[in-house]
């Protein structure tokens, strides 16, 4: 192992920086509802809608678990359908309604999947768990009471190395219940 | 990651989109194959046209013997359309083992018809099926067939400036019975292989036998040797079996880290006997 | 209801009550590294290397440094004073590879750093990055640990031509004798196949260097903080009492983010040179290709035994696939192999050696269980093997020849003492939930019929709690440390980094029990080297068996220090502290935590020899690991046609001491149970001949999805410990090491009646179609 070298030979008053220079990269104006509120932003057409929600609007919830969108940790809801938000480009959802994570919780009450996923011990680390709640809804808006099987085949866009994936399904079937009561 | 700059366009009419491919933009439909190539940088268009925000391409519509499904109609509103599902099962039962979820809700039937990965489902029950294709460029119009369209590994019968505008399948009648069966690659959720079953019986013989097969090599394919020994028989179980083993006949088939070619070959034989028994048994 | 109401004079310890830490991450609030952004801060992006093996002839930066948004290109000439990455393990005779934070001359596997690109965001980073235009000379790889060793192989390192970076033996009784004595000898070579951990969160890394004050402030994806600290700072010549590290929200670990990586150093050394804090985040191909990798073993088994099942030796040698370059615990991964060799058996003789060899492969490290599952299912399988040699049932010969309750604390062949247990009480439960004998009649009815039904069993122990801080590579104990605000809130510090397991609740319930407080009067503050006292982390199911412990004595300290001033305010020295209460056992008057808080703090009056305020702070050194068992029984069904295996019935039986929280112990148990399944049937980090990771994305690398996943019935014997207070022996590993045998051994049972003895994982469909086909046509 060579010496370490010290903390000086950075040069602590250093002021050695590299020019900043200008950025450009054509850019179009989008509008969005996102939770209820209207945002208008200029975007590069590449950027894509989990970072336009992360780094523009500042929604971190929505997470970024992979590149190929198999993992599903940063879906969202479009238009009303969960959609993941790593294969959609931002520009795409001009004039478009966005449902995250943090609009799910309403007048300081915490939705029934959130509530659900709580009681059951539905989530570990937490990283896909944005994800599963935002899939969830959608498994229970188009079928309010799915059998064990149909909400593990509704999950399959959905991976979780936390939980093995049983507490998941009975936070989805808490959900229902509660939902069905 | 992250894809390469381009220039988007979202035109609101086909004619306009179709101006821009013919100057070489590159169409994107659900984005659903797309976008993740294009992050992986194994895809790097200058020019994406957007086809998401043209007025009616999304559609499902019966007309006499046969239903139009337009482009950008997602695999969603195919695997929940009661038309489809009453008329033309196979391709909604098809539509449902689509990628997941999300996948289907973005997804469009024209984006993966163009694509033609040769483990998508949806060109099994085309060819199954006898679909049509229509192909519309900027200034022409045909319609080719299913086994006409796929060609090899992502390529098709889609020249330079033209996208899949509508995908046509007849409406089946009662006295059909069909089937899809997927073996899943258990990573992607791709098909390692994947047989749409088609079936119509006159009395007690099968009167017409349509065997579409995805997964198995470089292009989904019918298994006509094996549809034509079904036809006038009865269908009985070692019928079935015997039928079953001719749909991988002749076949280059696909190995890899998931099948070898052997498994693969053998995989086809035995769903394609599932399916063959449940569209059968399907049959009203 | 999974979850319990609790009313105030409960016991907290031992209910089911849902997570403290679940608001956060539940409403999409929580903080990952990823979600930290600051003023000015810059994004890397790193160019790795596309080859396994290559000389570097130049790297041509000057495209990327004219980019536009491009701050800085660095490359390995510019980073070689910049230390190298460390490992911690030491074993005589140990080549350690100098591993530079980037590559300098040549790469040695891929995904080897070669470049970082600095620019104003993620974007312009990675544009940066396909500008850069580097001159491999390639060369031959090997990427298969047994072709490494074999004569003339490609040197993976040119100046150990030999692959060979080191060789351990460790013998305990009379392996000879044994041998020489035995009626019965089995031998078998078992794979445990290389794995991707694959937490959903993959690493990163935010950098924020002040020079004026000479302090770092580095935020990272890690299970420990302190040792990140330690290190960084010394590789980097940094005071250690400025480096701040801060692991905030992390998404999982599960053993890949103990170790300090190549981008901790980087990013840091970035952030001093640029003097702006710089952001890094490993996308999941990195993640594939650059955080640990977790088993590769071949694995050389032989086992002697009586006539009647006795065990009475076992050989070992094993050949660990280290990869190109050891992180922090690589070569003593599989010494925990050897440790735990004899299973749960009374084995009294055993030869164990390994050697490591180099590959040009990602390092391997710990991963979910780290030596335990190798050596779980090494002797698991080979007990199988000796009953089936013996026509034996599988549970008879397990019951024979496990450790008997009597003799504990046992001293095992390999120089362990296992610390309490009742060995059988799993297993029998186990059968008797799956009605086993009714299961044998049903399978010999399956087999009528020409269906291959399985009943796999598996009795695993392991070894957590690290540990005694003389067999741990960076010391074994934990801290805590307790303060009662003079609100008369408490706020528990503690050196373990939890990231999913649950310990802001635990530690709570803890908390709760020992001062009669109600659980949300508590807080649990983790993962921040300045707020925290120095810890170990979380790792090796240790982080409530030690670091539990620590708190629980650091809470004796402070109800000490409580009872003083409750004697002084009761004016009695005759009080008892229980419920949250001082009370006097004369007079019956009585205080509260929240008055003698205030009181303590006001100090208008103090107790003799007694300062104002209530804090105490305990390191906790443990004289000895613990030894949780348990007993996994499995159910499968082979499909003839096509060799799908589905589980028909998953029965996990774990004993791992005291229970604080059952809702946590069985998310624990599920989620390990689901990566040993993963690795029996699914998951292997395939390397191609030339050192290419085929299975390099989701696509290809299985990972267990919900609805392949089986209903897991789950149960509990309870054996508490002697080594700790809290009687918690650990659950984070057990369902990963249960698993895979359990999972195997059923499926060789179903298979059987063809002849089929051993199969290595994963036991892919096609795998067992061959032998099935194969077994027909015989």
Known sequence: MPLPTSALDFGIFNDRRYPLPEVSAMTETINVNINGTTYSHDVEPRLLLIHYLREVVGLTGPHIGCETSLCGACTVELSGKAVKSCAVFAIQCDGAKILTIEGMAANGKLHKIQEAFWNEHGLQCGFCTPGMIMTTKQILDRNPNPSDQEIRHGLEGNLCRCTGYQHIVNAVKAAAKAAGA | ?????????????????????????????????????????????????????????????????????????????????????????????????????????????????????PAADYPAA??????????????????????????????????????????????????????????????????????????????????????????????????????????????????????????????DANSDLHASADYRLHLASVYAAKALAVALGRIA | MATTTITKTEKLVGKRIRRREDPRLITGTATYVD?????????????????????????????????KGVHAVFVGEDTKNAGAVPCGASLPGLRVPHHNVLAIDRVYLVGHPVAVVVATDRYIARDGVELIEVDYEVENAVADPEKALAPGAHAVHPQWPDNVAFTFHQEGGDVTKAFAEADVIVKQRIVSQRLIPNSMETRGVVADWHAADRTMNLYTSTQAPHLVRSLVAQILGLEENRFRVVAPEVGGGFGAKIQTYAEEILLAWISMKLQKPVKWIESRRENFLCTIHGRGHV??????????????????????????????????????????????????????????????????????????????????????????????????????????????????????????????????????????????????????????????????????????????????????????????????????????????????????????????????????????????????????????????????????????????????????????????????????????????????????????????????????????????LVVTEVNGETGDVSIKRYIAIDDCGNILNPLIVDGQVHGGVAQGIGQALWEQAVYDDNGQLVTGEFMDYTMPRAHMMPWIESGHTITPTPVNPLGVKGVGEAGTIG????????????????????L???????????????????
């Open chain 3, 299 to 632: 694995d050389f088994y032989e086992i002697a035994a009586k006539r009647d099942g006795t065990i009475t030796g076992i050989k070992l040698k094993i050949i660990q696939d280290l990869g190109a370059y050891f992180t922090v615990l690589t070569p003593a991964i599989p010494t925990l192999s050897v440790l735990m060799m004899p299973g749960l058996y009374r084995t009294p003789s055993i030869s164990a050696d390994i050697v490591g060899a180099f590959t040009n492969c990602t390092p391997t490290d710990a991963y979910r269980g780290a030596g335990r599952p190798e050596a779980t299912h090494g002797i698991e399988r080979m007990v199988d093997m000796v009953a089936a040699e013996l026509k034996m049932d599988p549970a008879e010969i397990r019951l024979k020849n496990f450790v008997r309750n009597e003799e504990f604390p046992f001293p095992t062949a390999t120089g362990l003492v296992y610390d309490s247990g009742d060995y059988s009480a799993p297993l029998k439960k186990a059968m008797e939930m799956a009605g086993y004998d009714k299961l044998r009649k049903e399978q010999v009815e399956a087999r009528k019929q020409g269906r291959y039904m399985g009943i796999g069993l598996c009795a695993y122990g392991e070894i957590c709690a690290f540990g005694p801080s003389p067999a741990t590579p960076a010391g074994g104990w934990e801290s805590a440390t307790v303060k009662i605000e003079p609100s008369g809130q408490v706020t528990v510090l503690t050196g373990i980094s939890p990231h999913g397991q649950g310990e802001e609740t635990t530690f709570a319930q803890i908390v709760g029990d020992e001062l009669g407080v109600g659980i949300d009067d508590v807080l649990v503050v983790h993962g921040d080297t300045s707020m925290v006292p120095y810890g170990i982390g979380t790792f090796g199911s240790r982080s409530t068996a030690v670091g539990g412990t620590a708190l629980y004595f650091a809470l004796q300290d402070l109800k000490a220090t409580i009872k003083k001033f409750g004697e002084m305010l009761l004016e009695s020295d005759d009080v008892t502290f229980a419920g949250g209460q001082c009370t006097c056992n004369k007079s019956g008057k009585s205080i509260g935590v929240k008055g003698i808080a205030a009181a303590a703090y006001r100090a208008m009056k103090l107790p003799p020899n007694t300062g104002p305020g209530l804090v105490a702070t305990h390191f906790w050194e443990p004289p000895n690991f613990t030894f949780p068992f348990g007993a996994h």
């Open chain 3, 760 to 778: 290595d994982m994963p036991l892919t469909p096609e795998k067992l179609w061959k032998l099935i086909s194969a077994g027909r046509n015989a």
């Open chain 2, 126 to 251: 085309l060819q199954a099926l006898e679909a049509k294709i229509v192909l519309k460029g900027a200034k022409s119009e045909r319609t080719v067939s299913a086994a006409d369209f796929f060609v090899d590994t992502f390529t098709t019968a889609l020249e330079s400036g033209e996208i899949v505008r509508e995908v046509i399948v007849p409406v089946d009648g009662s006295g059909t019975g069909t089937s899809y069966q997927k073996v899943l690659q258990p990573a992607s959720g791709f098909a390692i292989v994947g047989i749409a079953v088609r079936v119509r019986k006159q009395g007690d013989k099968v009167a017409m036998a349509r065997i579409g097969v995805t997964g198995l090599s470089n292009r989904a394919f019918r298994a006509t040797a094996a549809e034509k020994a079904l036809e006038g028989r009865s269908g009985s179980p070692a019928e079935i079996q015997a039928v079953a083993a001719l749909v991988g006949q002749g076949v």
């Open chain 3, 35 to 67: 979600d930290i952004k600051m003023p000015g801060m810059l994004y890397a992006a790193i160019l790795r290397s596309p080859h396994a093996a290559a000389k570097i002839r130049s790297i041509d930066i000057s495209k990327a440094k004219a980019l």
């Open chain 2, 1 to 117: 990651m992250i894809p390469q700059q381009f220039e988007y366009s979202a035109p609101k009419t086909l004619d306009e989109a179709l101006g821009l491919l013919a100057e070489g933009a590159r169409p994107l439909a659900g984005g659903m194959s797309l976008i993740p190539m294009m992050k992986l940088r194994l895809s790097n268009p200058e020019h994406l046209v957007d086809l998401g925000r043209i007025k009616d391409l999304s559609y499902i519509r019966e007309q006499g013997t046969v239903i139009h499904i337009g482009a950008t109609t997602t695999h969603h509103d195919v695997e929940s359309s009661p038309l489809l599902r009453g008329k033309c099962p196979l391709l909604a039962e098809t539509a449902s083992h689509i990628g997941d979820v999300q996948v289907r809700n973005m997804g469009t039937i024209g984006g993966s018809v163009a694509h033609a990965d």
């Open chain 3, 739 to 758: 698993a895979s045998p359990a999972v195997v051994n059923s499926v060789v049972d179903a298979l059987s009646p063809l002849g089929v003895r051993h």
